[in-house]
């Protein structure tokens, strides 16, 4: 599913650090984090802060290819929290005002055949003349998305009622959060300005509206109401969670999940987020580096002194069931790595799951990566999965809290000999193994993951 974000990266400045963000950088984060092959078109400046936009765009695993770099500065926003609540305070003339459109999309044409595809934009970005032309030409290639999702984020007075106008009337989905709503100047409760802005906007689909703590509902074109439950979580900070709420609501949108279960998601994600100082809290392996050198660690030791493959006629490549070859799933962050890979050879077929449907923890926001060999049991030693290389040891967290190995006792569709006949392994492996566990627990998707097995 490919998304394509439009408008501003900045700087968040507190009296104490300054952070990256921006309403369409959040969205695309948690987009990217969510399996969504991301475009994100904005523009930083000339400048360090702009060298640091971009590593932290990278860092994210956003492509920059329609990340322009211009004369002038980099976007930043001085935020005070009040409460957990932000209040903005925004300089003008800054380098997200001069977004230019990218080559590549002044010759698009429609592909006969494409993956679902989104456009996200919001109303920051339009302050300018320059961004908001540049807008314009992309919502000239409305052919290319099969939708378009508008998220209101007014800032300051950066807004007028004709660029809300002109801008709801390019979206099929509009989100907008009960504290912004007045600026649409339509009297009555939420649902009852939902009503009148499905009468007056037929090109909506559906409207999403946040509560805050009374959560968020959803309101399809028709009149159906879909609401979610109240957030059960300890704020810390609100910024960036009107972002993952938008990016969560979209993407499970796009893969054809129910309104419900899209709400659902979203609002569990935008409370997460609450509870987190960061917009976009960060993972301690969503970092190809850092997988690199967890394979780098297990790259010279082997459970016993021979290929263990040879006890069981390698029965953990080739193993299959009644219907298709088994897949093994990848940890969060190590798909970074193995499509990395395949850069040097085109060795594994790909499948993603849903890590709802499949019984992942909730924090594992999706999606599951399965693999599977293509020529087993030969295969690029140096690229094996983390099960492949740790295998037949399995962490679990014992009741004192503490990481212990065991052999695998999940149920398996072959006899490992090593494990049915209890035989001894190299003392370097079960060594390396423990570490490289040690330092994946860091990361908390891993850890609920492990003590789920416990």
Aim: charged residues 30%; proline residues 6%; glycine residues 6%.
């Amino acid at each position: 599913m490919k998304l394509t974000v439009f408008g501003e990266i900045l700087w968040d400045i507190t009296e104490d650090e300054k952070n990256i963000g921006g309403a369409p950088f959040n969205f695309a984060a948690h987009a990217a984090r969510q399996g969504a092959d991301v475009c994100l078109i904005t523009a930083v400046g000339n400048d360090e802060s702009g060298d640091e936009a971009l590593r932290e765009c990278e860092r994210m695993n956003l492509p920059t290819d329609c990340i322009a770099r211009v004369d002038r500065p980099t976007g930043s926003c001085r935020v005070q929290l009040q409460d957990g609540t932000p209040a903005y305070d925004l300089s003008g003339d800054m380098a997200y005002d001069h977004i230019p459109l990218p080559e590549c999309f002044k010759s698009m044409r429609v592909p006969s055949k494409r993956e679902p595809s989104a456009f996200y934009f919001g109303t920051l970005a339009q302050r300018s003349s320059d961004s908001r032309e540049t807008l314009k030409e992309l919502l000239k290639r409305r052919e290319l998305f099969d939708e378009v999702f508008l998220d209101i984020n007014i800032r300051q007075d950066y807004y007028s009622d004709e660029l809300i106008d002109e801008t709801i009337r390019a979206a099929t989905i509009l989100k907008i959060s009960r504290d912004e709503i007045h600026v649409l100047n339509i009297p009555g409760e939420p649902q009852a300005i939902c009503r009148q802005l499905s009468r007056k906007y037929k090109n909506l689909k559906m409207i999403i509206v946040t509560l805050d703590s009374d959560g968020a509902f959803v309101y399809e074109k028709g009149g159906r109401i879909t609401r979610s439950e109240k957030p059960d979580c300890e704020v810390v900070s609100t910024v960036g969670a009107g972002d993952a709420f938008s990016a969560a609501f979209l993407v499970n949108y796009m893969n054809r999940l129910s309104v419900r279960e899209c709400l659902k998601r979203a609002a569990a994600l935008a409370s997460r987020v609450c509870g987190k100082v960061e917009a976009v809290p960060t993972y301690l392996m969503d970092d190809v580096r850092k997988w690199k050198a967890v394979y780098r660690l297990l790259d010279h030791v082997e459970t016993e002194t021979f290929d263990c493959g040879t006890l069981c006629g390698s029965a953990c490549c080739m193993c299959r069931d009644a219907e298709k070859e088994m897949g093994i799933y990848l940890f969060p962050g190590e798909h970074l790595l193995l499509r990395e890979s395949e850069k040097e050879q085109n060795w594994l077929t790909w499948e993603r799951q849903d890590p709802a449907e499949i019984d992942f923890p909730e924090s594992w926001e999706g999606p599951v990566y399965f693999v599977n060999c293509q020529t087993p049991p030969k295969c690029p030693r140096k690229w094996r999965p983390l099960q492949c290389r740790t295998f037949p040891l399995k962490p679990v967290i014992g009741e004192s809290g503490v990481l212990e190995m065991i052999w695998d006792d999940d149920e398996l569709p072959y006899t490992c000999p090593i494990i049915e006949k209890n035989m001894p392994i190299h003392d370097s492996f079960y060594k390396a193994t423990y570490t490289v566990w040690t330092h994946l627990l860091k990361d908390p998707r891993i850890l609920d993951l492990v003590l789920s097995w416990s």
